[in-house]
């Protein structure tokens, strides 16, 4: 909502030294948060004045219509002599008053303005358009003042109020009557302690017949509907002045006087109006919801099809408008309508909310509309509109106003005194919640320590005690709120699970990967992109009823299409090599699960029942972590070359996740989309009860996967159920510290080629007993040595007792148990 101060001060009488930033800051306070202040006379820089023109010389000999005209601008030019001035408008004539601007000034948008030589004659400044002084943007020609203009040289900065300021105004959705002049004023005077002239404190004198026929079909759609009229309208009569230049400030663009007096209108009360051609009409007019079928062609030459829910106002003919959204083409105002109809509404917000949207409209009326406008306001509106015509455009008012209300008065709340200060921690002093709630217009009762509160008809907004307690709260200062940060209870503290995601984010973070925060939502393209078989568990998603994409109208049942897309723009952007990791949840449909979830009522809380119906409705949503890594993961230099991230680097990576937890994965080969078949592993862990449960995947991702994300050859990827993870954990002992001496044996292992060198150490682990302290693997080989089919693995066993020495007998004894045990499962043999 944008707001020109000089307008503002019709309302309020704001202090010539307030000025609009210091109005910004206190609104802002406030709550209403002024995003800029525009300065209208910044760019106007030396002498703008008014001018007689008192000749007019026509120039021939040109492609052009050209003028030279002396232009009577009194003493402003230091002489008092006519100043002489080429102008090629032809829409003014000797005795009209103009805008004169001198050499040696500038103009808005840095154009300077001097005495040159043009056309054979020396002009000595420009006689300005609208355009050229920034009041709007459309004109013909230059700005004619009328007949009431004041003296030659005046001063036309002040005389137009081009140095003015502008609020530009956010307007929240729950304060639909900040979007007017009227509401802005009333706000400023109750923080400024000033008087509120209110302009909707206007006498409607109307007789009780009806001025247009109209009935209203669907009251719970239109509570008050209000009609009135003017006939003999001089279509030819232009809008004055100062009616187009607060217009335009108001950032509403000056059309012709009938859609400016409603223009005009809507800003200062906030009310939406509309005017009919009353000729166009056909036979009365009725408020009723859309039918089924049924079409209207637009304002804006659109044809569009109409729904159920819409609000039309229709005629004889059918719908003739989209109520408070936009008018039909066939009954608009045009440059010969004489006899005008002039609506003022109170539509249901929720209702034009939605047909704003469904038809992809979005107009100054209905963003005011969907918000909540004065339901009491709309005779007013009506007759200040139906009075502007008469004023300004010469028209007859029809006496009669035609009235259809089924308006409710609003609901008495009963509000403690003190609820404000409880909320806010403020000891506000007695009486404040009274005063202020008055202020902002509500009818207050005291009744001891309650009061009994009933909000104005313009503010929808207030229906709760809350409401009320912000309302306090706000005009008192949030500025007085004291920054108490809330102290944690003893022994309390994160769960297990969350030191366990904040562990697992750390220790991702410190080895280098960068963790990554996408939208949960996918399409069914990902999951052709993943390689995903028809009946993979994960092509089963909720659908959103609204998606902020049609391209991704699901929840997603797996992190890793928005780590894919991340990383191709990462590596588009410039950035080859690429570690990133997410940790989220996904959402996995239940068995037996709605596919719409229950939409409960806020006037009280949720009973058991339908606390289970919600609980049914959602989806099963393990926590997740992911991790994709591309390019090289340790850099190239001059310590030697780099190495980039292979399969067995995710792995490491999802190790390194569960030994957070204290869990040791198992890794077997497998195939699973969309990892590439031969370089997969699936992950295991073991439960608390000796169980086996799968918890991810890890390893280099499918040359198609690849390919259909755009991601670099041999990327690698992880994925690992976290909460499974988590159910995995077990207990942290502490670390056994011998200061006896350690016994290292090595041993090399003959075994068939395709057994798994982690289940041939596990083995070696069992075998070898307590006495073994650490087992690793250091070289894997094959050759004509170990024969066809054959690899070898070698391994380190350290061997360490926690209360002596270990003779050799000891550690041989060990070492012989464990190849024992490798021998007796895997045929492996010692190789020499």
Known sequence: MRVPVSWLRDYVDIPESTTGRDL??????????????????????????????????????????????????????????????????????????????????????????????????????????????????????????????????????????????VLDIAVTPDRGYALSLRGVAREVAVLYGLDFRDPAELVVDASEEDSYPAEVEAPEACSHYVLRAVRDFDPDAESPLWMKHRLAKGGVRPISLAVDVT?????????????????????????RLGHA????????????????????????????????????????????????????????????????????????????????????????????????????????????????DNTSPPATISVAESHAAAVSGVDYAPGTSQRRLRQIGCTVEELGEELRVTPPSWRPDLTDVNDFAEEVVRLEGYDLIPSVPPRAPAGRGLTPSQRLRRGVGRTLAESGLVEVLNYPFI??????????????????????????????????????????????????????????????????????????????????????????????????????????????????????????????????????????????????????????????AALYATLPDGAEVLVGHAGELHPRTVSAFGLPERTVAMELNLDLVERARQTVSPPRVSSFPVATQDIALVVDAGTPAGDVARTLREGAGNLLEDLRLFDVFSGEQVGEGKKSLAYTLRFRAADRTLTGEEVAVARDAAVAAATERFGAALRS
Not at 271 to 286: F, S, Y
Not at 363 to 373: D, L, M
Not at 623 to 644: F, H, I, K, N, S
């Open 523 to 680: 399409g069914e393209r990902d999951f052709d992109a993943l390689q995903l078989p028809a009946t993979d568990e994960r092509r089963r998603a909720n659908r959103l009823a609204n998606p902020l994409s049609e391209d991704e109208p699901l929840l997603r049942t797996t992190l890793l299409p928005g780590l894919f897309t991340t990383v191709t723009r990462n590596v588009g952007r410039g950035f080859p090599d690429v570690a990133l990791f997410e940790l989220g949840l996904v959402y996995r449909p239940r068995a037996g699960q709605p596919s719409v979830a229950p939409v409960l009522p806020v006037d009280r809380g949720p009973s058991a029942a339908e606390l289970e119906s919600i609980a049914a409705a959602l989806p099963d949503q393990p926590r997740m972590v992911g991790a994709v890594l591309t390019g090289d993961l340790q850099p190239a230099g001059w310590w030697g070359e780099g190495r980039p991230a292979i399969w067995a680097d995710a792995i490491a990576v999802a190790r390194q996740v569960a030994r957070i937890a204290n869990v040791d994965l198992r890794a077997v080969a497998a195939s699973y989309e969309p990892w590439h078949p031969g370089r997969c």
């Open 293 to 404: 079928g049924e079409t209207l062609e637009t304002l804006d030459h659109v044809t569009r099809s109409l729904d159920t829910d819409d609000i039309l106002i229709c005629d004889d003919t059918g719908p003739v408008n989209i109520a408070g959204v936009m008018g039909g083409l066939t009954t608009e105002i045009g440059p010969t309508s004489t006899d005008v109809v002039i609506e003022a509404a109170h539509f249901e917000a929720a209702h034009i909310g939605r047909t704003s949207r469904r038809h992809k409209l979005s107009s100054e009326s209905s963003r005011r509309f969907e918000r909540g406008v004065d339901n009491a306001v709309q005779e007013v509106a009506a007759t200040r509109a139906v009075r502007l015509l008469a004023d300004l455009g010469g028209a007859v008012l029809e006496p009669g106003m035609t009235v259809v």
């Open 263 to 287: 223009n005009y209108v809507m800003l200062e009360l906030g009310q939406p109006l509309h005017a009919w051609d009353r000729r166009a009409l056909k036979g009365p007019l009725r408020v």
């Open 24 to 165: 910004a800051a206190a609104l802002t306070l406030a709550g209403l948060e002024v995003e800029t202040v525009e300065d209208t006379a910044a760019g106007i820089d030396g002498s703008l004045v008014v001018g007689t023109v008192l000749a007019i010389e026509e120039l021939t000999g040109f492609k052009k219509p050209i003028r030279y005209c002396q232009v009577d601008v009194g003493d402003a030019n230091g002489t008092g002599e006519p100043q002489n001035v080429i102008c090629g408008a032809v829409n003014f004539a000797v005795g009209d008053n103009v805008i004169v601007v001198l050499p040696g000034s500038t103009l808005p948008g840095g154009f300077a303005v001097g005495a040159r030589k043009t056309y054979g004659r020396m002009s000595e400044g420009m006689i300005c358009s609208a355009k050229e002084l920034g009041m709007w943007e459309e004109h013909a020609g230059i700005l004619v003042l009328g007949d009431a203009a004041p003296a030659p040289g005046t001063d036309a900065v002040r005389y137009l109020e081009l140095d003015d300021e």
